[in-house]
């Protein structure tokens, strides 16, 4: 099953030692239950789950050192639609910041422009020109031919319904801002790297998948990959407490998030969680499975507190928690508003899936 593969990918990679490793290996994220149950008819209820299917293409200057550039600026261009414009080229910054990068005005090293379209396919022309507004500047050139879009496949899994009616793409140019504001006239815009990446999905508001698609983009820049350019990301949107739970018990705390709603109200690894809002948990989807068996996803989300409390919860329902303290052996009667949280994850054309490095 995806979710038995997703807890093997998520031991962090920093453990101390190999017996904490051990330890990490064996919690499951909240994150991943609510993918194994989230929003199954589609309808926008928590958890929400959706998969974002891409095509990413990066062609770095082949005679261009871009791994020690550390600062960016961005040209604002667009006239159809600027605001949208700047909030892409905000998600942009915030994901470059978290590769160690510095946004600089008046005199970075890179200077970005961008382009985005969404909207019908039949209606795409892919750019084919530079336009630096900043120094006045354009070129034209062989546009980047996009490839045909695959067919899109039949709904048997979680967001496949979220394909194949809308077209979206964003391609980003990262240009060399020293060679744009020198005295010499260019014959030819001094690309450093481009990178464009786009996909088909049911939303025409190209900021439902933004973040996803720039967040692979850019993890192409400076250095590739080596991920295959078809894609596919996983969205989910789920309540949390902020813990990691026992893979065959999810009653007993593993792993709990420094700063967690649960960090800040004393649960700790080994705790053990008796009930939610005075209802017994589940021990895990097995347990559930013997009493209904085919239908243990749909009694897992109709009954388990954990479920319809924390993880559907919006962040603004405060639950009351009884908790078995592995220190003191006490029972703790705690009141937590959970957390909303986002997290993606990227699946290899195996299954084989891993938290991305840049949410």
């Known amino acids: ?21 051990q330890k990490e290996i064996k919690a499951k994220s909240e994150f991943l ?16 789950v959706t998969a974002f299917r891409m095509t990413v293409k990066a062609y770095p200057a082949p005679d261009k050192k871009l791994e020690g550039l550390r600062t960016f600026a961005f040209d604002y261009s667009s006239t159809d ?4 414009e700047k909030e892409l080229f905000k998600m942009v910054k915030d994901l470059l910041v978290q590769k160690g990068m510095e946004y600089s005005e008046n005199n970075p090293e890179i200077l970005i422009t961008m382009s985005f379209y969404s909207g019908p396919k039949q209606q795409y022309a892919p750019p084919s020109t530079i336009v630096v507004q900043r120094f006045s500047s354009g070129w034209n050139y062989e546009a980047i031919k996009p490839e ?5 496949p039949a709904p048997t899994e979680k967001g496949a319904s979220n394909c194949g009616k809308f077209f979206r793409s964003i391609r980003l140019n990262f240009l060399d801002f020293a ?28 900021r439902v998948p933004a973040r996803a698609m720039l967040g692979e983009l850019l993890g192409e820049f400076p250095q590739a990959t080596g991920k295959p350019g078809e894609r596919k990301v996983y969205q989910v949107i789920s309540g949390a407490l902020g813990i990691g739970v026992d893979q065959d018990d999810y ?17 700790r690894p080994g705790d053990i969680i008796l009930s939610i809002n005075k209802q017994k948990l589940s021990k895990n989807y097995a347990d559930v499975y013997q009493a209904y068996g085919a239908n243990y996803q749909a009694e897992y989300r109709a009954h388990d507190p954990y479920y319809k409390y924390i993880l559907s919860n919006n ?45």
């Not at 099953?1 to 490793?21: I, P, Q, R, V, Y």
């Not at 700063?259 to 800040?264: G, Q, T």
């Open 1 to 21: 099953m995806l979710a038995g593969l997703l807890a093997l990918a998520l031991a962090s990679a920093d453990s101390g030692n190999a017996a904490k490793k």
């Open 251 to 267: 009653r007993i705390v593993r792993k709990v998030i420094p700063d967690s709603v649960a960090d800040l109200a004393g649960i």
């Open 315 to 359: 962040g603004a329902t405060p639950v009351e928690l009884k908790v078995k303290s592995k220190q003191n052996r006490e029972l703790d009667q705690l009141r937590i508003t959970p957390e909303l949280e986002t997290n993606y994850f990227y699946c290899d054309a195996q299954n084989i899936c891993s938290r991305v490095s840049w949410q």
């Open 33 to 48: 239950i609510a993918y194994d149950l989230g929003d199954p008819d589609g309808n926008g209820s928590l958890p929400e």
């Open 81 to 84: 639609n600027p605001n949208l």
């Open 179 to 206: 060679a744009l504001a020198g005295s010499e006239k260019l014959d030819f815009p001094p690309v450093l790297w481009t990178g464009e990446v786009d996909g088909e999905g049911s939303s025409t508001d190209l």
């Open 148 to 152: 045909p879009a695959p067919a899109a």
